[in-house]
């Protein structure tokens, strides 16, 4: 059984930028769900993707988008990227309409300068 | 979803059991309780979830008040590796609208020697 992947595992980038997060969900799910966590702080919940559609969205800009494709692999886009955006970006992934639990990757370490 | 409440931090002497406490006094009866934790630099690693009954797996113990407005993590033989930061999580279950992990600060768990 193939884990949560996230790449890359480390990027910079300046104000203003545009950057492309990846993520490849576990075998078997068809649920990819995105974090932010600043340092020190738990993660906070960007949004959901099923069916290649958002459902359901956290408190984020609308700079914050992204993709699922077929094979339920997502992508998180950020636009337009401010200093906060400082953070390590996580994705998660999980069976749908099931109580079972997301599984997270190691997420992406992204830092603005 | 509920909202959880947990100490900041606790320390653990290796070898024996950390017992890790959690308010969910407003939990709705068909909400779960998760627990997750995160090892620095990692993404959070799922550890046990239940809804009234108590769960064993191979990584701990959940056990469950019979009113569900608390519960605690047992990990019964703590060892130096399971120094984390531990997130107790309510969600709601078969959400139609999508669902999110809310994970709050955390308790800080260091385990000694």
């Known amino acids: 059984e193939t884990g949560v992947t996230q790449s890359p595992t480390h990027l910079i980038k300046t104000r203003g930028q545009q950057v492309t997060l990846r993520c490849s969900s576990q075998s078997g799910h068809n649920t990819v769900s995105w974090y932010q966590q600043a340092l020190g702080q738990g993660p906070q919940f960007i949004f959901q993707?099923?069916?290649?559609?958002?459902?359901g969205r956290g408190n984020f800009p609308p700079r914050f988008s992204g993709l699922q494709f077929p094979n339920y692999s997502s992508e998180l886009n950020v636009n337009a990227l401010e200093l906060d955006d400082s953070a390590l970006y996580l994705c998660a992934s999980s069976l749908r309409d099931s109580n079972q639990p997301q599984h997270f990757g190691d997420g992406t370490r992204l830092s603005i300068l | 979803d509920a909202k959880t409440t947990q100490p900041p931090s606790m320390d653990c002497a290796e070898g024996r059991a950390a017992n890790l406490p959690c308010n969910h006094s407003t939990i709705s009866g068909n909400e779960y309780v998760y627990w997750y934790r995160q090892i620095h630099s990692q993404g959070p690693q799922y550890i046990i979830h239940?809804?009234?009954n108590n769960e064993t797996n191979e990584m701990a113990s959940l056990i469950i008040t019979e009113d569900r407005k608390s519960s605690t993590l047992i990990l019964p033989h703590a060892t130096l590796r399971d120094t984390a930061v531990y997130y107790c999580?309510?969600?709601?279950?078969?959400?139609?609208?999508?669902?999110?992990?809310?994970f709050g600060k955390g308790t800080s768990l260091l385990v000694t020697p």
């Open positions: 999580i309510v969600r709601v279950a078969h959400s139609n609208s999508g669902y999110a992990l809310n």
């Open positions: 239940g809804l009234k």
């Open positions: 993707y099923y069916r290649e559609e958002e459902n």
